[in-house]
């Protein structure tokens, strides 16, 4: 028989993801800072889409389009450096280990630095969402939905 997952004990997404399908509680602090970065990318993507959706109805075209000028690397760049004096010093740490992470890919549309500092950004929100920090995520994205 199917166990049944229920919203009144689960904190997050993620942990809803690993209750539903069984999946084993991971330290996050053991995952890389390319693996954070990845399933950040994911969720910083997300909530932009999201935010784009919900402010109004639009051709697909027209959301696409204000989509990508703020997941664009620069875009993410820039928000790091509105938000980096907030970070606390494990945020920064974490943001670090994504920043310095060597990949083997590169933006199309960014020098090497704007990556750097958007992985690094992605990291963070990787962090921050497999951690259940939601409300925190979402403080430090306010400064790029807002701008």
Known sequence: MEKKITDENLTSMSEYIRKTWDLPDTDIKSYSGLTLAY???AIYDLIIRTY??????????????QVVKMVQASAQAGLYHNI??????????????GRNAKS???A???DIVEYRTATGLEALIGYLYLTGQISRMME????????
């Open 140 to 147: 430090l994205l306010h400064p790029i939905i807002k701008s």
């Open 108 to 110: 199309k549309n960014a």
């Open 104 to 106: 083997v890919t590169k």
């Open 84 to 97: 980096k004096h907030m970070l606390t010093e494990e945020e920064l740490a974490i943001y670090k280990r």
């Open 39 to 41: 399933i950040g990318d």
């Open 52 to 65: 784009v959706v919900e402010s109004g109805n639009a051709p697909v075209n027209k959301l696409h389009k």
